[in-house]
Every structure is written in structure tokens, then in C-alpha cells.
């Protein structure tokens, strides 16, 4: 918000994966083609735009609007969805993501304390299917409705500049000072089924009712402090986060596949630290480290068989800052980026029924992996 001038800016994410399980053995352990359980790589598009709207208003206070919104798949695919049970194990973390938007606004409250507040829009889709089969599977009077709602979360967000607020006509140490605070209430992207199927052929006419309630996509509330200090041409930043992931258990209570696994969640806290260093007029450069514990508690959701690692994410970054680019009135600003996530050894037991002969299994795995990120942004001052 300290820029006045509006912005429009185009990202694009991508993941690569390599999550893998060592078995140690066990009862009936399922085959599996090599370590790597998954390695499915992973794009997402975003698109996000500020722009001050004080000039509709009667007041000289400036307006901010903002949204962002994010695709999957290179822009291909809005609907990410999968929630199911697995023999083999199954991440917690680091698979597709639904089509997401947040939109929001921001202002100058007093001097030096800006505030902000916007929400986080995910859908919750419905499903009825009404049909007569036969025993053959021969279906007639066929009827399906799909719905889908928009379910709305706040984020709610304050930044003070420590030296306008309290120093603004005298210099002092505290205008290099920066800190803030974000709430993001939880959301997730949630499906329901209900279907009926209508058999004449037997007794009566008795009809086949199907309802299945489940959760794919979960963000927990967070709440994040961070402060910020400018040391000439740079600024190192510290940030703590607390995710309040405990509820997700509350959620899966009502999650028709993953109600029976009673799995268990915990409430973590994520420190990071990063620096960033102007060269010169145009180029910057940064960095960060950041720890993250993982969420999941259970070491054993049996038939779910989800496996979790604690994370090392390590964080190189730059932006380049066009003053006078060819054709464009305002500078043109190119971010570019590069994380890395170690996943640490965790143990954890795969056990359930096996779907195609009922047999029960149970084996001692190890999961880790590695994951790298590639980012970049294109941004056009207006």
C-alpha cells in the first residue's frame, strides 16, 4: 500500500515432487514400482491486481482494492478434487489445489498504520443422482443435480511503520521499523453426494441410497507476527505463524471416507527468517529459511494411510526493476524465485483391508522427499 500507483501482476508456480516411502516390511505389504510415491509435478497460474479507488470517493484518503485469484494445471484446470482411501500411503501435503480468489481492501488508518481486510472464496458442491437400474445395471429416468456455493473466510491484516507513527517529524531509530499482523480464518473445498437408485426388479422396488460427505482441500486458521527492520540497502524480517490445525479433526468427524481412521492433528507453530539486499537501482536479491512441523499427528490412519514429514524450506530470490521499459508509461517489476523443501525421515504404519481380496495388511515404511519450487512474476505499474 506504500505505492500509490496501481498494479497488475501475472505468476506462475511450479513444483516439482519426488515423495517417497522406504518399506521395512510387514504384513501383506502392498507392491509398489520403485520408492517414489509420487512425483506428480504441480503448476499453478496466478493473476492479482491493487488499485487506489479514492478517486470515486468525496474523501482525499487513499482506497485500496486488491484480488488475487489461482488456477491449476497452467490455467487448464479450476476443480482439483480427489479424497480417498490408499494402500499404498498417501501425502498429506503437496499435491493440486483448487481453484482459489481472494479479494479484499486496504487503507491508511492513521499515519503510519495501515489496515487491510479481504476474503477467501471456496466452493462447496453438491450432488444429487436419481435413477432406476435394473440388476443388469441397465439405468432409466436418469436425474443429476450439481451445485455448487461459494463459502467465504476472512483475512484481516494491520502493518505499522513504527517511525511515522511515533517519530513522523523528527528522525529516530524506530523509522526503519516495520510490523504486522495477519488473522486468516480457515476454509476448506468440501463435496457432498446423495444418490438414489431405484431396483423394480426386487422386492418392492427398493432403491439403492448412497451419501458420502468429504473434505480434499483444507486451510487452517492462522494467525502470523512479523517484524521487519531496514539496515541501509537491506532488511532482515522475522516472522512467527501459529496453524491451528486441531479443528481439521472436528471437520473430519463429518468426512463420510475419513471419519473411521481417526486421525489425530496438532496445532503447530512456524518460525522464518529472510533478508533482502538491494544491489542497485534495479536489481535485489533475498533469501529465507523457515521450519515447519508437521500437522499430522497420527502415525497410523489405517485404509487413509496418510504420511506427513516435518519440513526445511530454503528460499532464494531476486526482482528486477525496470524504470523506463519500451512502450509502458510507469516501470515494469520481474520477480523471480526458488525454494526448496526437505522432507525429514518419519516412520509411520500402512495397514487396512485390501480392496481386492479383503485381506488385512500392515507394513513399517519410512517417508521422505524433496521438493523443489520454481516461481516468477511479471508486474505492470499503472
Not at 31 to 38: A, C, F, K, Q, S
Not at 339 to 359: A, C, K, N, P, V
Amino acid at each position: 500500500m506504500r505505492d500509490p500507483r496501481g498494479e497488475l501482476t501475472a505468476g506462475l508456480f511450479h513444483a516439482e515432487h519426488e515423495l517417497r516411502v522406504d518399506s521395512q516390511g510387514g504384513l501383506n505389504a502392498p507392491t509398489r514400482e520403485g520408492d517414489v510415491l509420487n512425483d506428480t509435478p504441480s503448476q499453478q497460474v496466478l493473476i492479482g491486481m491493487k488499485t487506489d479507488l479514492s478517486s470515486v470517493t468525496k474523501y482525499n484518503t487513499p482506497f485500496y482494492l486488491g484480488f488475487m485469484a489461482g488456477v491449476e494445471k497452467f490455467g487448464q484446470e479450476m476443480l482439483a478434487f480427489q479424497s480417498g482411501e490408499s494402500e499404498e500411503g498417501q501425502f498429506l501435503n503437496y499435491d493440486r489445489q483448487p481453484l482459489f480468489l481472494n479479494i479484499g481492501g486496504g487503507l491508511t488508518l492513521w499515519r503510519g498504520i495501515d489496515v487491510g481486510a479481504s476474503v477467501r472464496v471456496t466452493l462447496h458442491a453438491e450432488a444429487a443422482l436419481n435413477t432406476d437400474t435394473t440388476l443388469g445395471g441397465t439405468t432409466s429416468r436418469e436425474r443429476l443435480e450439481v451445485s455448487a456455493k461459494p463459502v467465504l473466510r476472512p483475512i484481516l491484516g494491520v502493518n505499522v511503520n513504527w517511525g511515522e507513527t511515533f517519530c513522523s517529524h523528527t528522525p529516530c531509530w524506530m523509522e526503519n521499523l516495520d510490523t504486522a499482523l495477519v488473522y486468516k480464518g480457515y476454509s476448506n473445498t468440501r463435496t457432498s453426494v446423495d444418490a438414489n437408485a431405484t431396483i423394480p426388479e426386487t422386492l418392492g422396488g427398493d432403491g439403492l441410497l448412497l451419501a458420502i460427505r468429504t473434505i480434499d482441500s483444507f486451510q487452517p486458521e492462522i494467525v502470523t507476527a512479523g517484524a521487519q527492520y531496514q539496515f541501509g540497502r537491506a532488511r532482515v524480517a522475522l516472522s512467527g505463524e501459529f496453524q491451528r490445525w486441531s479443528r481439521l479433526e472436528r471437520e473430519f468427524e463429518g468426512d463420510t471416507i475419513k471419519s473411521r481412521a481417526n486421525i489425530e492433528f496438532r496445532d503447530i507453530f512456524i518460525p522464518r527468517i529472510g533478508a533482502e539486499y538491494q544491489v542497485n537501482d534495479m536489481l535485489s536479491v533475498s533469501t529465507g529459511l523457515a521450519y515447519e512441523v508437521s500437522p499430522l499427528k497420527s502415525t497410523r490412519t489405517e485404509n487413509i494411510n496418510y504420511l506427513d514429514n516435518d519440513r526445511i524450506i530454503v528460499g532464494f530470490g531476486g526482482a528486477l526493476e525496470i524504470a523506463n521499459p519500451p512502450v509502458l508509461a510507469f516501470p515494469l517489476r520481474l520477480d523471480f524465485g526458488y525454494q526448496y523443501h526437505h522432507l525429514r525421515d518419519r516412520d509411520f504404519i500402512i495397514s487396512g483391508t485390501r480392496s481386492s481380496d479383503g485381506e488385512p495388511f500392515e507394513e513399517l515404511v519410512t517417508a521422505d522427499g524433496d521438493v523443489h519450487v520454481v516461481a516468477g512474476s511479471i508486474t505492470i505499474k499503472f
